[in-house]
Structure formats: C-alpha cells, structure tokens
C-alpha cells in the first residue's frame, strides 16, 4: 500500500485490496503492484472494470468505461422499450451494449468497433447478453437488415479535442487506444459522422444518445439538429456527465 501511495494513487488502500485479491501469490501481487506504481490503469491490470454492476473484461489498451457513462446507460434503458433493437457503435469494451442489456428485457444487441483488440474483449462481454460484435468503422460492418430498425443508438464516441489529447491522464494517453479518446479539430468529428448516418439506421421514434463535453453541448445538438433528428441535452451534477439524445421523429 505504501508504494502505490508514493505513487500518487489516490485510492491506494481499495487498490492494494484489489490487487491482493487478483493476484494469487505474492510474486504476482509485487508485479502487479509495481505495474500500478507505474501507472498502468487498474483495471487493465486485473482483467475487470466495475460498471453498472456488471464486471466488464477489459484487455490491456482497450478504453475503460468510465462511471460517469454510467448516466448515459440509465437514460437509455429508461427510454428503450422490451425487445428493443440496440446498436452499440465505438463500443470498445462492449460496457454500454452489455449494460443496456441487462437492464431492457428481451433487447436484441448489436456493437461495432474499428480497434480489433477492443472487438475482441467486446465479444466476451457482449456474448453472455446474446449479443453479437462486429470489426470495423462506425455503421460499415452492420448488417444491413439493422436499417432502419434500431431503437436506441449508443456511440460512445471520441470526443477529446486533438490538442487536448497531451492534457489527460497519463494512464488514459499512454495506456489507452488513441482512437478512443482523439475526437479531432473541436472533439465533434466522430459525432459528425455518427449523426450524418443515425437516421438510416434509426426505426421511426428510435433514439441516437451519446456523451459529450458540457462546453460541447451546444454544437452537437446542432449537428444532431442538421442531421434529421430532434435533439435534447441532459446533465448530471451526480455523474459529471453531459449526455446528447437525438430522435428520429420522422416515419
């Protein structure tokens, strides 16, 4: 415990209780211990991320979800309907697909990603859920019979200007998938693209929700607003989070 303290963790009494747990012997325990001093991420380092209750695989580079996204999954489960159609885009661990599932009865999930390390820890995160995963950029892998069909849209998508990237969190910068975090010129250009093809994929009433920025909020509701869709904004001072829902009102 006094070594991940002197290595600034901030949390190092719960940590060091994680760690013991995880290890299994104490030449397991000092490597992992010396990893975190490091600062490797937690959670990359015992296997598992705690999200929405679930226990989500998270393999070495791959985003974690973060808790504030937390509030994003409630609103979704909130808004989707038994059995509904969930298409989780820029999944990376799969957290949000897997957790929407366990919370909507009968959902029929679907999760892409572009980063083939993410996919691959998605899939066992995904599949208990029945859901499926597929490699590639944003819409491009689905299936085509989605079209038109999808009710909620997760996409946790990058939203972290590029010239911001050096300010975060060395555990996020040096040990996370920069296409995970790098939303280009203004954090929007993933949104951009996402939001261009919702309505296509979207069914008559079904709902685009995505996390962004507080000082972000703004535009991407005009560019939700300049794809098709109705757009709204909710915040939480709980969660920290902004979250972005736009709606396919047209038929």
């Given at each position: 415990m006094a070594r991940l303290r002197a290595a600034g963790c901030v949390f190092a009494e719960a940590e060091a209780e994680l760690l013991i747990s995880a290890?299994?012997?104490?030449?397991?325990l000092a490597a992992m211990v010396g990893l975190r001093a490091a600062g490797r991420p937690l959670e990359h380092i015992v296997g598992w991320a705690e999200f929405a209750g679930l226990r989500i695989s998270?393999?070495?580079?791959?985003?974690?979800?973060?808790?504030?996204?937390?509030?994003?999954?409630?609103r979704a489960v909130a808004l989707a309907p038994a059995g509904a159609v969930v298409t989780d885009l820029c999944c990376g661990s799969g957290a949000l697909g897997a957790a929407l599932a366990a919370g909507v009865t009968g959902?029929?999930?679907?999760a892409a990603d572009i980063?083939?390390?993410?996919?691959?820890?998605?899939?066992?995160?995904?599949l208990p859920f029945g859901g499926r995963v597929y490699e590639g950029d944003l819409y491009a892998p689905l299936p085509a019979g989605l079209r038109g069909r999808v009710d909620v849209l997760l996409a946790n998508v990058p939203y972290v200007p590029t010239e911001e990237i050096g300010l975060l969190p060395a555990e996020a910068r040096e040990h996370e998938a920069r296409v995970a975090l790098d939303g280009?010129?203004?954090?929007?250009d993933v949104l951009r693209r996402v939001a261009a093809g919702a309505v296509g994929w979207l069914a008559p009433g079904g709902r685009l929700l995505f996390e962004t920025g507080e000082?972000?909020?703004?535009?991407a509701l005009d560019i939700v607003a300049d794809a098709g869709l109705s757009p709204a904004v909710e915040h939480s001072d709980t969660w920290w989070a902004t979250v972005v829902i736009g709606t396919r009102t047209t038929s």
């Open positions: 290890a299994g012997t104490p030449a397991r998270v393999d070495p580079g791959v985003f974690v979800p973060r808790r504030r996204t937390e509030f994003l999954v409630r959902a029929e999930l679907h980063d083939p390390a993410a996919v691959r820890c998605a899939r066992r995160n995904v280009g010129t203004d954090g929007l000082r972000q909020a703004e535009r």
